[in-house]
């Protein structure tokens, strides 16, 4: 049975690691990645005033708005989006691991000294 389970876990590493540095895979996270970063940064959001402001900080403003958009968020959400396509795949594997061992257990189903 520890063998099982050893070999299982052995097995759940391999199959990080591969969906994490394989070529075909990097490539697939990739264009979700980007896929991805390009339906958030499409969103958009608009910062509404309480007072109007005078048309200096609003130019002001605005411009420190377009490069927020335009020069820092797009790598930090993709950074983000990549973060969590791999999170994604690391529980689909884990949830793989864990129905394997499930059946393992379930195929020991014979009880040990009648308990």
């Known amino acids: 049975m520890?063998?099982?389970?050893?070999?299982l876990l052995r097995q759940y590493k391999l199959d990080v690691f591969h969906r994490q540095h394989d070529k075909k895979n990097v490539e697939?996270?990739?264009?979700?990645?980007?896929?991805?970063?390009?339906?958030?940064?499409k969103q958009k959001y608009h910062f509404h005033f309480h007072t109007l402001p005078n048309a200096d900080r609003v130019e002001v403003i605005?411009?420190?708005n377009n490069y927020t958009r335009e020069a820092i968020l797009p790598p930090v959400?993709?950074?983000?989006v990549q973060r969590q396509v791999?999170?994604?795949?690391?529980?689909?594997?884990l949830v793989h691991l864990t129905e394997q061992l499930l059946e393992t257990?379930?195929?020991e189903g014979t009880p040990r000294n009648g308990h």
């Open 2 to 7: 520890q063998t099982k389970f050893k070999e």
């Open 28 to 41: 697939e996270i990739t264009t979700e990645c980007m896929h991805i970063t390009d339906d958030v940064l």
């Open 62 to 64: 605005n411009m420190i």
């Open 77 to 80: 959400i993709e950074k983000l």
């Open 86 to 93: 791999l999170l994604e795949k690391r529980v689909d594997a």
């Open 105 to 107: 257990l379930s195929g």
